[in-house]
């Protein structure tokens, strides 16, 4: 049997639906599909906010004002468009456009679009790469082999590739890529092990390889090198500087 909220929401429905078709206004269907698509866009809306209101990363926990703004941009926020696919294969794209409409403090309209993408891979061991990539028989480096269509000799694994981007637009303007994240993992299913990232030290070192970057995007490690080279420079004209000066002193003395 039916519960009294699934009673009341079908007759609420009902009657909305009657009231457009009497007034000539849209067909039954074509209003049943609108209702069936906004209440799919608010649905993921209000998942969106109850993950900002559960707060899984403690950002609020100690600063009310992060909280406060929190409520604001679910105020601002709309989910314009959501689509999910799935294949036999294994397959799976969600693709998501969030809007922020204008307000005092903010004054244009914010579009992020998030993507996300999953599919299926097959690789060989390094090993057996290498050496198909050394000889193999149609002729082919391997420079330009998509590993998903790596098959042949060797021990063939199945693994899996995530891509995650955000995108950023405002106004209706060109959109800007603010991230892209991809894992590319060994076996059909997420681990419980550690990511490995990819640029890591091939001997093995425990040196940290992300670098950091200071408040206008410049790499810190740039900058250090800017720095050295401004040090070179001023070390090389105080040499040259001491070197004049001892030669006219060197001079001075001769003509005495």
């Known amino acids: 049997m039916p519960s009294e909220l699934t009673k009341s929401v079908r007759s609420a429905i009902h009657a909305f639906v009657s009231s457009k078709a009497s007034d000539g206004e849209a067909l039954p269907a074509d209003v ?8 799919a866009l608010l649905l993921e809306r209000q998942l969106i906010c109850d993950t900002l209101d559960a707060d899984p990363y403690k950002l609020c926990e100690d600063d009310a004002d992060v909280r406060r703004q929190f409520g604001r941009l ?20 969600i693709h998501c456009v969030v809007e922020l409409s204008k307000d005092s ?30 000889g193999n028989d149609d002729g082919n480096t391997g420079d330009d082999c998509d590993t998903s269509m790596i098959t042949s000799g060797g021990n063939v694994h199945r693994g899996t590739r995530i891509m995650y981007s955000i995108d950023y637009s405002a106004d ?3 959109k800007e890529r603010l991230i892209t994240i991809e894992v590319m993992a060994s076996g059909e299913a997420p ?6 990232p990819l640029e890591d030290d091939a001997d093995g070192d425990e040196e940290d390889v992300w670098e950091d970057f200071d408040e206008d995007g410049e790499s810190a490690s740039k900058a250090e090198a800017d720095d050295d080279v401004e040090k070179m420079d001023e070390d090389e004209a105080s040499q040259k500087t001491g070197g004049k000066e001892a030669q006219d002193g060197a001079s001075q003395a001769t003509g005495e």
């Open 172 to 174: 209706h303007g060109p």
């Open 32 to 39: 049943l599909r609108l209702i069936r698509d906004e209440a």
């Open 105 to 134: 403090k903010i004054k244009e309209c914010v579009r992020l679009e998030f993507t996300y993408d999953r599919s299926p891979i097959t690789y060989m061991d390094a090993k057996d790469n290498a050496n198909d990539d050394n």
């Open 74 to 93: 679910q105020g601002l926020m709309n989910v314009t468009a959501c689509t999910r696919t799935k294949t036999m294969e294994g397959n799976v794209a």
């Open 191 to 196: 681990s419980a092990e550690q990511a490995i």
